[in-house]
Every structure is written in structure tokens, then in C-alpha cells.
Antibody, heavy 123, light 106 residues
């Protein structure tokens, strides 16, 4: 059974940093691209960042570019999101999501999602 | 960045009726379009990918159509469990989501 379990969220002051983790199991982690998607309270889904299976391709939404860094450790079956210079508008539930096709040379839809970890940026 | 626009924002439908949701891309995404369903307190669930292919376990009452910049999700006969928020997503380039359509009980 595929499982994605996010952790690392919490209350943080504006300007500070936080590192999110996503522990994956039930599939061959290093075969698949992975993504972070966030959802502000009562709002829609916003793609945040994605990383290819071999970390050769990495992308960010304009809203987080230069502040957030995605990475993965295939030996630990884990995905990370380093979030620096946090702002109030970064407050959201952060989901980890798996792409549906392994070893893909293009992007694919997300077939599994975690339950999310809540990040609240407030003084 | 490809901007996805969904309409309407809210759709009021009676159980058993048909629901038609629209999604428009700011530039062509070919058929690289997915639809997701999200219920309160739950993560999104993949319904449709490749614009028209149902994901594993998705009932036949859900169908998708379109290509290029105009896409449609149709729910042929709404069941109680279908009242939720629906999002389209393009993955032709770095992914992006539409703002969502809430399907509510009329």
C-alpha cells in the first residue's frame, strides 16, 4: 500500500525557516517524480515545487522561488521542502504527492497524496 | 506559467442530475489535463488523466473531454458522494491547478 506521511509543520514567525519531510513507502520511491502542493485555509490547491526521480529536474512556483528548496534522499525514501524567509501567505496545509508514471521524461498527474502537514506563519 | 481557469465557481445540482464543469488553459496543454475530487478534510483524489481516461476505481459516471485549451468534466448522474470540490490540473509543463468548482446540493 502506497503511503506518504508528511511532517515538520507547525507555527513559525515571519522570516523564519521550516523544513518539511515526506516519508514514502509501498512503492519504489526512486522511480517517481514527487511534488509539494499547498492549500491555504478555505482556498484551492497551489502547486509549490516538484523534483524528478533522479533530481535532474526541479521546479518552483513563482510565489516560492528563491525561498524554498526541494530535495529528496532516495536511500531514505524521503522528500523534503526547506522553507526560508516564511511569510504569512505561506500559511497552508502542505501535501506531498507522487506522480503516476515512473522514470517519466515528462510530467504526469498525481496518483497518491499524503494527508498534509499544516504550516502557520504568524507572529 | 500556464493559468487554469475553472467555471463555474459553484454549481448547484440535484441528486440524479447531470453536472458539467469547465476548465480553460491560458495556452495549449494538449491532452495533459487531469481532474481531481476533494472532499472536506481529505486529500485530493485523481479522477481523470489524459483529459479523458478514468483513473483506477473511478465510476463510469465520471467522464472527461477536450484538448488544447478547453476541457470538460461531466458527472452523468450525481450521487450523494459526488458533492465535493473539483480541480483541473495541467501537467504539460510545470503543473498548475484551476481554482476549483464546488458541486453542492440544490
Amino acid at each position: 500500500e502506497v503511503q506518504l506521511v508528511e511532517s515538520g509543520g507547525g507555527l513559525v514567525q515571519p522570516g523564519r525557516s521550516l523544513r518539511l519531510s515526506c516519508a514514502a513507502s509501498g512503492f519504489t520511491f526512486d522511480d517517481y517524480a514527487m511534488h509539494w502542493v499547498r492549500q491555504a485555509p478555505g482556498k484551492g490547491l497551489e502547486w509549490v515545487s516538484g523534483i524528478s526521480w533522479n533530481s535532474g529536474s526541479i521546479g518552483y512556483a513563482d510565489s516560492v522561488k528563491g525561498r524554498f528548496t526541494i530535495s529528496r534522499d532516495n536511500a531514505k525514501n524521503s522528500l523534503y521542502l526547506q522553507m526560508n524567509s516564511l511569510r504569512a501567505e505561506d500559511t497552508a496545509l502542505y501535501y506531498c504527492a507522487k506522480e503516476s508514471t515512473g522514470y517519466s521524461s515528462s510530467w504526469d498527474p498525481f496518483d497518491y497524496w499524503g494527508q498534509g502537514t499544516l504550516v502557520t506563519v504568524s507572529s | 506559467e500556464i493559468v487554469m481557469t475553472q467555471s463555474p465557481a459553484t454549481l448547484s445540482v440535484s441528486p440524479g442530475e447531470r453536472a458539467t464543469l469547465s476548465c480553460r488553459a491560458s495556452q495549449s496543454v494538449s491532452s495533459n489535463l487531469a481532474w481531481y475530487q476533494q472532499k472536506p478534510g481529505q486529500a485530493p483524489r485523481l479522477l481523470i488523466y489524459g483529459a479523458s481516461t478514468r483513473a483506477t476505481g473511478i465510476p463510469a459516471r465520471f467522464s472527461g473531454s477536450g484538448s488544447g485549451t478547453e476541457f470538460t468534466l461531466t458527472i452523468s448522474s450525481l450521487q450523494s458522494e459526488d458533492f465535493a470540490v473539483y480541480y483541473c490540473q495541467q501537467y504539460n509543463n510545470w503543473p498548475s491547478f484551476g481554482g476549483g468548482t464546488k458541486v453542492e446540493i440544490k
